[in-house]
């Protein structure tokens, strides 16, 4: 029975994602509690692997059918892998090609999968993971103790893996498996277009989330931010209803954002959003709902309605 | 050309959570269930299909509670045919649980593309639409922004991180996890909604229930706080001194300020 552990490194244009290092870092741990190696599969960028110190072992995968993620090309592609390497567990991110590739090949190879973990441990031969459930409000432990598993985890879960330069122990070509008749072609790909904001680099962001309801009340948070002179941010919710432009967008597919002090009002925390704001100096949540889970990660807090609370500080810092 | 919206109902996460006896499974008894949101967002997606090219929506869910009102509305919204799939076991059930029994359900339909939302809050084993596309031999997508479709092909947007999305061209059938529709789900009147409960029209079926796949679930908790949000307490104007202290405690705003 398999003892190692198989690591998908993401990249955009050859540049290693952070997580990626998260999970290799993670992956040696438990390769070593099971006495086995870490395996990294890099496909479509054979330049990145020489930013995988982390690694025993890099498979890399080339073929212009994998340069940029596409669902159905990377499933054959990691199906390939994962025969050629029989690890124990497979560990993808929470992120597009996780969702992607996590569920499709938990099916199709066979293993149970545990999704939104931010814990993973080896107790004998299994591997236990912790995952977010109800958007944070709960959290469940699960048991993987199949000769072979997968886990999807959630950004910014572990420290960083710190060998970035230097190759891998080893690194070998494999070659890529039959990528004819693809049902899936990639046209192009688009970046969201910019605004003049950077909101990652500012000091204080007011960020503002569903509670707000209304497109009218965002008058509310724009004084304050107006106030403080500093950008407004926001959850996804508010950037889908059309009501800032996608650059304001904090969180998993918007921005990450470190300002010194982040100002909450009307979100809930969701692990999406949190992945893009926990890092923040100081964070102040004003939240009606004492269990969101934005208290986890703030460092002040208030269940005060965000109507009442907001024209006080307006009017305070209205000058 | 067919589409067929999958959706389903989920304890609704404004309330409190409490667990059962168990520790496995939250206490369903006093809560509310409501329409899952990214599935709200496929339907829109779906209906705008519709408008553009003349396809038929059908949607489809599991018997879960408070289901029949989101089936409904999506009637209400323009949907051609809902089905409501009988015979659920109650509490939660795995992902592939229910993919096992939509692929069942699939399996004897006719369609172009199904469409549900990108992901559900209690997916401990994984999002819906890879499963069933996995299932089934179909190409898929999660975290989809936009779909175009005819002749057999869909245009579709695949969202990455930081707001940069891939488009792609699916050949047809296939599965998309939706994550945001081109516009915000469109709200049914309340008068509609009542027509369409008055005149019927929702179908039901069988659920082909098959022994469950559970991933090991140890147990269910609530997540240890950090404990550091310190709470302020008191009226908002008083509220409003103590966050501006802070701040201004940080040199982030002046002192005079
Ligand atoms: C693949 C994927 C990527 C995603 N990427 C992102 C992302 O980049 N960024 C992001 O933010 N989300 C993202 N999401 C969405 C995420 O899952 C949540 O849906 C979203 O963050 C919720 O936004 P919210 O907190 O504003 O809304 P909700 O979760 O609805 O929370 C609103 C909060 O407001 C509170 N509230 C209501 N009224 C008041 C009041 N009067 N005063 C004070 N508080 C009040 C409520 O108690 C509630 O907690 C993503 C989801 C997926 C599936
Ligand atoms: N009664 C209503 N009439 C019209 N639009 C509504 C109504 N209720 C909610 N909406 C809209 O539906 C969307 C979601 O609302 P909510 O579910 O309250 O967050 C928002 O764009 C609201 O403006």
New interface residues.
Partial sequence: MGSDVLVLAEHAEGELAESTFELIGKARELASAWGGQTHVAVLGAPRAAGALGGADVVHVVDHPAVSVYSPEAYERCMLSVLEHVQPKLLLLGTTTPGMDLGAALSVLWDAPLAAYAVGLVAEGDAAVATCQIYGGKLMAEVVLESERSIATVIGGSFPPSPGRSGGAGSTCTDEPPDLGDLRTVVRGVKVPEATGVDITAADILVSVGRGIQSRDNLTLVEELAGALGVPLSASRPIIDQGWLPKAHQVGKSGQKVKPRAYLAFGISGAPEHLEGMRDAELIVACNTDAGAPIFDVAHYGTTIDLFDLLPELSARLGG | MKLIVAMRQL?D??E??E?DSSGKD?DREYLTFVSNEWDEQALEEALLLKEATGAEVCVVALDEPDVDSTLYTALAKGADRAVKLTGIPEGWMS??DRAAILSAWLAEQSYDLIMTG??A???????????V???LGL?????VVRVDAKDGVA?V???????????????LP?VL?V??AR??PRYAPITRIRQAMNAGGLEEAPAAVTPG?R?????????Q??G??????GA??D??????D??RS?G??DAG?
């Fill in positions: 304890p996460l404004v409190e959570l667990l939250i992902t592939h990108v992901q809050a209690d997916d401990l084993d994984g999002q819906l639409a890879a499963i596309a996995a299932r190409p898929h997508a999660a975290v245009v947007s695949q969202e990455l991180g930081g707001g940069t999305a891939v488009e792609a061209e699916i050949r296939a996890g994550q945001t516009q915000p796949v991933p090991g679930l140890r147990r269910l908790f609530p997540p706080r950090s550091q949000a310190e709470m302020l307490e908002p104007a509220v409003a001194e103590r966050i501006i802070i701040l940080k982030l705003i300020a």
